[in-house]
């Protein structure tokens, strides 16, 4: 089936440090989700990307999505410690209905 | 807005007995809901999707007469975990979206413990 794997699974990072979680899936994407999950929390909606070779950003975050529309990745700038938590991408398959979660990677940042 | 309500919170309760998770779309109108499941510093694994008023589609390995889920309205749907025994201990999350493939919206989830 659809897997769609994250790396790293563990990031430590020191306070303004950059850091960048990357995002694959086995099949083609029709479109990718990030998420934010903090530590006892939910998971909160963070940005979608639709097009081949998208680049967005929001602040210190930049989201990009592979020109093949299998892969994506998520780049912080400076991190702070309100970075901390889980971030997982999910993608979104034609004909599947439903969005399958990436393994996630767990940020904590040292301040 | 797209506020997801998800009660209770925590709950505990004995082995072989039934507990019913309740997500509700408190701003809008959601034609499909999903219910995960999430063990501890683990992703998000799809348990089901649930349409309005129709039968839910579980997951590969989901027992559907375990975990029994009814979309009776466009803004509720509940999850029964029922007969539970200590390896159904987890954290349940649901999700809801509006149409086609827009953001999910997540409720605070439900962390289950059965002794």
């Known amino acids: 089936g659809q897997q769609v794997m994250q790396i790293p699974q563990y990031q430590h990072v020191q306070e303004g440090e950059d850091f960048t979680t990357y995002c694959n899936s086995s099949t083609t994407l029709s479109n990718i989700q990030w998420y934010k999950q903090r530590p006892g929390g939910h998971p909160v909606f963070l940005i979608q990307l639709v097009k081949s070779g998208e680049v967005k950003k929001q602040k210190r975050l930049t989201f990009q999505f592979g020109e093949a529309k299998k892969n994506s990745s998520l780049h912080i700038t400076a991190t702070q410690t309100t970075d901390v938590g889980t971030y997982f991408c999910?993608?979104?398959?034609?004909?599947?209905?439903?969005?399958?979660f990436g393994t996630g990677t767990r940020l904590k940042v040292l301040a | 807005g797209a506020v997801v309500s998800q009660h209770p919170s925590r709950v505990i309760c004995k082995s072989g007995t039934s507990v019913k998770i309740e997500c509700r779309s408190l701003?809008?109108?959601?034609?499909?809901m999903f219910w995960y499941r999430q063990f501890p510093k683990q992703s998000l694994m799809l348990m089901a999707t649930s349409n309005e008023g129709s039968k839910a589609t579980y997951e590969q390995g989901v027992e559907k007469d375990k975990f029994l889920i009814n979309h009776a309205s466009l803004t509720l749907s509940t999850l029964t975990v029922t007969s539970a025994h200590p390896e159904d201990s987890s954290f349940y999350i649901c999700?809801?979206?509006?149409?086609?493939?827009?953001?999910?919206?997540f409720g605070n989830g439900t962390r289950l413990t059965v002794t």
């Open positions: 999700s809801a979206r509006t149409t086609g493939n827009s953001p999910l919206h």
């Open positions: 999910a993608g979104w398959t034609s004909g599947t209905y439903k969005y399958i």
């Open positions: 701003d809008f109108q959601a034609t499909t």
